[in-house]
């Protein structure tokens, strides 16, 4: 059964810096991609970044280029997203979500079935 199992998060003010992790198991996750999602207050889940299965590449959205980076241990089965510079628009549920298999890696992952539990971020001052 796969099992991605978030931690980090909170509260932080402007400027600040999160950082976001995943466990993840059952399943073979150097064999997949893997990506963040977000949630904002009163809107729809929103796509943010996606890194390939042995984390060469990573795709951002472009509000959070140059601030936020996506990285994996494949060793350690876990995924993570450092957030820097946080913006208020930042606020929102996080979620860890399996992308595509192998060459398929940067398949949308808002259409994946397998999504970690969620991590509140929020940006105030």
């Known amino acids: 059964e796969v099992h991605l199992v978030q931690s980090g998060g909170g509260w932080v003010q402007p400027g600040g810096s999160l950082t976001l992790s995943c466990v993840t198991s059952g399943f073979t996750f150097h064999t997949y991609g893997m990506a963040w999602l977000r949630q904002a207050p009163g809107k729809g889940l929103e796509w943010v970044a996606t890194i390939s299965t042995a984390g060469a590449r990573s795709l951002y959205e472009d509000s959070v280029k140059g601030r936020f980076t996506i990285l994996r241990d494949n060793a350690k089965n876990t995924l993570s997203l450092q957030m820097n510079m946080l913006k208020i628009e930042d606020t929102g549920m996080y979620y860890c979500?399996?992308?595509?298999?192998?060459?398929?890696?940067?398949?949308?992952?808002?259409?994946?079935?397998?999504r970690g539990q969620g991590t509140q971020v929020a940006v105030s001052s």
């Open positions: 979500v399996r992308g595509g298999y192998g060459e398929n890696w940067d398949e949308d992952p808002l259409t994946s079935n397998f």
